[in-house]
Structures are given as C-alpha cells and as structure tokens.
C-alpha cells in the first residue's frame, strides 16, 4: 500500500500477518472503508450483507458515472498471477487495473512463466513484491492458495478463483447482478444447478447468498451435489435449502437459475466424468414451465450445459452478468488500493 512503510518486508515469515493487521488498523483511523482498504479478499464468507451492500452501491455509482474512477490508482501496480486458464476473470482485472490507472504485470497462464520450471507460488510473489506490486490477484489449482499467499505478502491479495473452494470476486458480481435484474436479492428462490461439488462458483455463491433471505436449491447429480462443508455452514446460518436431481421438477418455482458447467479439469477419476457428462441441459423445452420473469445466469464459459437458442430470450441474463465483472473489480480494487467512495 502506498501509504504505509513496507520496512518489514523482507521480514520473518510469521511477523507479516501482525504488519499487515497494523496496516489495516492505520487505515481505519484514516477513516477510510477499513472493511476493504488494505484486506485481503480471499473468501466471500469474509463479507456480510452491509458491506456487500455497500460495495453494490458503489458500483451502481460507477455505472452512472462510468470515468469517475479513472486514473484513481495511478502509480500503484498491480500483479496478476494466474496459474489457470482464465478469460473473462484476467481481463476484467487487467481493463479494471489500467482505467484504475495502474500498470499491470504478471501473466495469464503458467506456461509463459518460470512457474513451468518449478517454480514456487512463494518464490513467485516475492519476485513481484521486490517488483513493487501494490496488490495481487491469483488464481490457483489449489484450494487455499489464495490464503497462502496472503500469509507470504504484506500486499492485499485478491482470490480469483482457488481450486474448487473459492472464488468470491464472482459471487459478488453473481450477486450484484440478480440484484440488479430483481431490485432485490430477498425474498427470492435460487437454483444454482450443475457441478456444485468442484464448481468454485456455485459454493461461492451459495455462501454469498446466505446474507440474505433467500430459498435455495441445489439441483445436480447425486454424485456432484453441493459439498458437506458448505451444506453444513448453510445450517448453521439458519438457510433453507434443499437438494434435487431434476430441474423439471423444481423450475416452476425458481426466480433465478444459476447454470453451472462440469469442471471436467478437476474430476479425479475420468470414468467419473464420464458417467455425468452431458446429464443435463437448459434449453427452451427444460424451461417451458418456468415463470416468464425467470432469469438464467451462468459464471462461463459453457460448454453444452446451456443452449445457445436462450441467448434472444429474456431469461438469458449471462451477459448481463459477465459485463458487471469490470465496474465491480474496478470499485473493489479502489476500495482494497485507495479512496473508492
Ligand atoms: N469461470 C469460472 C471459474 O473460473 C467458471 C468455470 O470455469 O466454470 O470458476
């Protein structure tokens, strides 16, 4: 951060959590958002509904005043690591980072980069702290990356996406952007259907919906409902949710479908893909009891989980939802860097 020494960055491993909680503690005397400037964002559970709110708000700003960021983080640079493939994510930082003002380093995919030498995320961060980097963004195939390589920088770090665990930066634009289409998030019932299991951004969401009065359902093959651990967190939070194999059984009642693809890179076993791939499809016919007002997102990319043929229907929302991924990142990168308000 530009406006705290980084004397201790070359420091002990252990000592750089206690820098960066001082660093977050200067800031809120500052006055500033302390909930964002200077935090880490690597979970969405991390977020509760006034500050999600919040960050909605300013977003909605920035789309009524599309350059009043412009130029905001001038001189800050900012490190995209991304050690999986990536379109919409990589870009959306990298458009978000230079309207911002920052220069922007890194790479959007292993093979370009030493990483396919051997080398560590550790060695890898540290390389680009010494660089100068303000913040990173990091993408990872392994759950709790994102988390490490907090606790290896004093620099914010940005989770876009950790294995099959996390990806928060999507869940609050999934978020924003039924708000945006509903005027509301409460009040509404959710389908969130597909790979629940590895899906990063199903959990992500389900976990971001959870701040909010909503009836989920999760709708999957047995063999990828949605993982124990985020059934369990659901319970504890007093959420209704349910689980079901079929989407013509429960379209009917749904306000939003959130379409899901196999991750087909993260099923250990290929004769598990196998017995799953292709088991469902959204398309005019499997729609054909839904509510008119229905609206069908989908984190992309698809592959044939959603057809084509929804694209001129108004239940298609996906594109909506892909667009809001820049005004969102470039609010929350000037709310983690500088004075977004
Ligand atoms: N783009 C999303 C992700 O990175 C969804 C997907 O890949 O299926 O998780």
């Known amino acids: 951060m530009r406006v705290f020494c980084s004397s201790a960055k070359y420091s002990a491993e252990p000592s750089r959590r206690r820098v960066k909680r001082l660093q977050v503690e200067v800031v809120a005397q500052m006055g500033k958002d302390s909930d964002f400037l200077g935090r880490d964002i690597l979970s969405i559970r991390d ?7 919040r960050l909605f708000h300013s977003v909605e700003d920035l789309e009524k005043s599309p350059n009043s960021l412009d130029g905001l983080l001038k001189g800050d640079l900012a490190a995209l690591l991304f050690f999986e493939p990536s379109t919409r994510t990589y870009s ?16 959007a995919s292993p093979a370009g980069s030493s990483v396919s030498k051997g080398e560590t995320l550790h060695d890898t961060i540290r390389m680009f702290e010494g660089y100068g980097a303000d913040c990173f963004v990091i993408r990872h195939p ?34 924003f952007a039924i708000r945006k289409a509903f ?45 124990p651990e985020v059934q369990h967190f659901l319970k504890q939070k007093g959420i209704t949710s349910k689980s079901e194999k079929d989407l013509r059984s429960v379209v009917s009642e749904l306000d939003v479908l959130y379409v899901t693809r196999i991750q087909k890179e993260r099923i250990p076993d290929p004769t598990e893909f196998e017995k799953v791939k292709g ?5 005019l016919e499997t729609l054909k009891e839904a509510k008119p007002s229905l609206k069908v997102l989908h984190p992309l990319p698809r592959v044939d989980e959603l057809a084509a043929e929804l694209d001129a229907t108004n239940f298609a929302d996906y594109f909506v939802q892909a667009a809001a991924g820049l005004p969102l990142r470039m609010v929350l990168m000037s709310l983690v860097l500088g004075d977004g308000s």
């Open 279 to 283: 088991m469902y499809q959204v398309n």
């Open 142 to 175: 392994m759950p709790g990356a994102a988390r490490y390589a907090a606790e290896t920088t004093d620099k914010p770090v940005i989770n876009a996406g950790d294995g099959s665990r996390e990806h928060p930066t999507q869940a609050m634009i999934d978020l």
């Open 92 to 107: 959306s930082f990298q458009i978000a980072a230079s309207t911002l003002g920052m220069q922007v380093t890194g790479f």
């Open 47 to 53: 977020y509760k509904r006034d500050q999600l709110e």
């Open 183 to 227: 005027g509301k998030l409460d009040g509404l019932k959710v389908g969130i259907l597909g790979d629940l299991k590895y899906g990063r951004t199903a959990s992500s969401l389900a976990y971001g919906l959870s701040n909010y009065d909503v009836e989920m359902t999760f709708i999957a093959p047995e063999a990828l409902q949605m993982r």
